[in-house]
Protein backbone atom coordinates (compact mmCIF):
# COMPACT_ATOMS: atom_id res chain seq x y z
CA UNK A 1 0.00 0.00 0.00
CA UNK A 2 1.33 3.48 -0.40
CA UNK A 3 0.11 6.38 1.27
CA UNK A 4 0.71 9.89 -0.13
CA UNK A 5 0.47 13.03 2.74
CA UNK A 6 0.62 16.25 1.87
CA UNK A 7 3.85 18.67 3.31
CA UNK A 8 4.97 21.68 1.85
CA UNK A 9 8.08 21.70 4.66
CA UNK A 10 9.14 18.61 4.78
CA UNK A 11 8.25 18.64 8.76
CA UNK A 12 4.38 18.97 8.71
CA UNK A 13 1.22 18.02 7.18
CA UNK A 14 0.04 20.86 4.96
CA UNK A 15 -2.79 21.80 2.76
CA UNK A 16 -4.49 22.38 0.56
CA UNK A 17 -4.10 19.67 -1.66
CA UNK A 18 -5.35 21.49 -4.48
CA UNK A 19 -2.14 23.36 -4.66
CA UNK A 20 0.23 21.27 -3.24
CA UNK A 21 3.64 21.11 -4.92
CA UNK A 22 5.25 18.70 -2.32
CA UNK A 23 4.77 15.34 -0.61
CA UNK A 24 5.85 12.37 1.13
CA UNK A 25 5.09 8.84 -0.21
CA UNK A 26 4.99 6.08 1.86
CA UNK A 27 5.34 2.29 1.10
CA UNK A 28 3.74 -0.39 3.49
CA UNK A 29 4.35 -3.76 3.71
CA UNK A 30 3.38 -6.23 6.39
CA UNK A 31 2.06 -3.35 8.74
CA UNK A 32 5.38 -1.56 8.32
CA UNK A 33 6.57 1.41 6.69
CA UNK A 34 9.78 -0.04 4.22
CA UNK A 35 9.95 2.92 1.98
CA UNK A 36 9.67 7.23 2.32
CA UNK A 37 10.43 9.31 -0.38
CA UNK A 38 9.77 13.22 -0.19
CA UNK A 39 8.77 14.54 -3.58
CA UNK A 40 9.22 17.43 -5.07
CA UNK A 41 6.80 18.61 -8.08
CA UNK A 42 7.37 21.79 -10.39
CA UNK A 43 5.64 24.60 -11.68
CA UNK A 44 2.14 23.68 -13.10
CA UNK A 45 2.02 20.03 -11.36
CA UNK A 46 -0.42 20.76 -8.42
CA UNK A 47 -3.88 18.82 -8.42
CA UNK A 48 -5.72 21.37 -9.38
CA UNK A 49 -3.69 22.51 -12.94
CA UNK A 50 -3.73 18.43 -13.75
CA UNK A 51 -7.23 17.98 -13.63
CA UNK A 52 -8.65 21.35 -14.28
CA UNK A 53 -6.17 23.45 -16.18
CA UNK A 54 -4.39 20.50 -18.58
CA UNK A 55 -1.33 22.36 -17.66
CA UNK A 56 0.74 19.08 -18.18
CA UNK A 57 -1.26 16.97 -20.33
CA UNK A 58 1.27 14.15 -20.13
CA UNK A 59 2.60 14.44 -16.67
CA UNK A 60 1.75 11.76 -14.18
CA UNK A 61 1.10 12.85 -10.75
CA UNK A 62 3.05 10.54 -7.93
CA UNK A 63 0.38 10.09 -5.87
CA UNK A 64 -1.88 8.29 -8.69
CA UNK A 65 -0.10 5.41 -7.04
CA UNK A 66 -1.04 5.71 -3.71
CA UNK A 67 -4.70 4.33 -2.76
CA UNK A 68 -4.82 6.94 0.20
CA UNK A 69 -4.16 11.31 0.31
CA UNK A 70 -3.74 12.00 4.22
CA UNK A 71 -3.89 15.95 3.96
CA UNK A 72 -5.44 19.13 5.67
CA UNK A 73 -7.98 20.39 2.73
CA UNK A 74 -8.76 19.51 -0.19
CA UNK A 75 -11.80 20.72 -2.79
CA UNK A 76 -15.09 18.27 -3.39
CA UNK A 77 -14.18 18.53 -6.94
CA UNK A 78 -9.99 17.38 -6.67
CA UNK A 79 -11.84 14.73 -4.23
CA UNK A 80 -13.82 13.50 -6.89
CA UNK A 81 -11.41 13.68 -9.70
CA UNK A 82 -8.88 11.55 -7.33
CA UNK A 83 -11.29 8.85 -6.58
CA UNK A 84 -11.51 8.39 -10.23
CA UNK A 85 -7.65 7.35 -9.94
CA UNK A 86 -8.26 4.53 -6.89
CA UNK A 87 -6.97 7.75 -4.61
CA UNK A 88 -9.20 8.35 -1.13
CA UNK A 89 -8.05 11.42 0.61
CA UNK A 90 -8.70 12.10 4.38
CA UNK A 91 -9.11 15.33 5.73
CA UNK A 92 -6.73 14.67 9.25
CA UNK A 93 -6.03 17.05 12.44
CA UNK A 94 -2.23 15.31 12.85
CA UNK A 95 0.34 17.11 11.75
CA UNK A 96 3.49 14.85 12.37
CA UNK A 97 3.43 12.68 8.59
CA UNK A 98 5.23 9.79 10.62
CA UNK A 99 2.84 9.47 13.53
CA UNK A 100 -0.21 10.16 11.03
CA UNK A 101 1.18 7.05 8.87
CA UNK A 102 1.96 5.31 11.59
CA UNK A 103 -1.98 5.77 12.95
CA UNK A 104 -3.23 4.66 9.65
CA UNK A 105 -1.01 1.21 10.28
CA UNK A 106 -2.45 0.88 13.57
CA UNK A 107 -6.14 2.00 12.85
CA UNK A 108 -6.18 4.99 15.05
CA UNK A 109 -6.12 7.49 12.79
CA UNK A 110 -8.92 9.89 13.19
CA UNK A 111 -10.11 12.03 10.46
CA UNK A 112 -12.54 11.57 7.43
CA UNK A 113 -12.39 10.97 4.38
CA UNK A 114 -12.52 14.35 2.35
CA UNK A 115 -16.11 13.98 0.14
CA UNK A 116 -17.76 13.83 3.65
CA UNK A 117 -17.08 17.44 4.36
CA UNK A 118 -16.86 18.87 0.97
CA UNK A 119 -19.67 17.13 -0.94
CA UNK A 120 -21.68 20.12 -1.52
CA UNK A 121 -25.19 18.89 -0.86
CA UNK A 122 -25.69 21.51 2.13
CA UNK A 123 -26.17 18.86 5.11
CA UNK A 124 -23.83 18.01 8.10
CA UNK A 125 -21.92 15.09 8.00
Given at each position: MK?????????????KADDCL??????IENKEIVD????????????????????VEIFVHPIFEAEMLLTKDISALV????KEKRTVAFIIDESNSDLAVQKVIEGTL????????????GHEH
Open positions: IAVTSSNKNLISGNYWIYTKQYIQLGEGQNLYNIFFERATERLEGHIAEEENCGC
